[in-house]
């Protein structure tokens, strides 16, 4: 299945539909997927809402360093069958419809930058505890933050303390893997998402 040879990376992402309903979910499928498929570092993997007349639910995507680590990432692509997934890598498919289809649309958001909530990225796991919004830009894959209230041009100050809550979930926007933060107390800013109830997969970022 063909997904859009003209978005940029398509042949660097991979879509897989589980048919994971919540994004809580969708987090913990793709932590098993870290290890069902022995993800290497410098993977985006993102969440993605699905919205066809055939299904309501979340999908997820991973983007690999390059083509040769998605190639790589697809050889172990049958460790998937047992949880009865559809598969997506370009022209290549694993599993039948219509997970297939919809893990398609989810690699096709993710490799054209359109869209896709990021849950492992570069640096999420130094993201724990309270940071500041310089560690957010130096020291992980986030390119850009927003403060829901402040206008766009404006920007926290980079000693700003952040509450990280050990959930950060940036989206792509635009092109921009960005950070939605929100005023918290003493002048600090945290995550607009919070965990539902607490941080999936208490042992991961």
């Known amino acids: ?14 879509g897989v539909d589980a048919g994971t309903v919540s994004l809580r979910e969708a987090d913990h499928l793709i932590h098993d997927l870290v290890d069902r498929l022995g993800l290497p570092s410098g993977t985006i993997a993102c969440t993605h809402l ?10 997820v995507s991973l983007a690999l360093p390059d083509t040769e680590a998605a190639c790589a990432t697809w050889a172990h692509i049958a460790a998937l069958a047992e949880l009865n997934a559809g598969a997506v890598l370009a022209d290549d498919v694993y599993g039948s419809q219509p997970l297939t289809h919809t893990a398609a649309l989810a690699a096709r958001e993710h490799a054209r930058r359109e869209g896709g909530r990021a849950v492992l990225y570069p640096g999420v796991e130094l993201l724990t505890g309270t940071v500041t919004t310089a560690d957010l830009l130096d020291l ?9 209230g402040m206008p766009a041009a404006e920007t926290p100050a980079p000693t700003t303390p952040v509450l990280t809550r050990g959930h950060v979930r940036p989206e ?19 995550p607009f998402e919070v965990p539902d109830p ?3 997969c208490a042992d991961h970022p």
């Open 50 to 59: 699905i919205r066809t007349d055939e299904r309501r639910g979340t999908a």
């Open 172 to 190: 792509w926007r635009a092109g921009d893997l960005t950070l939605a933060l929100v005023p918290a107390a003493g002048g600090t800013l945290a």
């Open 140 to 148: 992980t894959a986030i390119e850009r933050l927003v403060v829901v």
């Open 1 to 14: 299945m063909n997904i859009a040879d003209d978005a940029p990376g398509v042949h660097s992402v991979i």
């Open 198 to 200: 607490t941080p999936c």
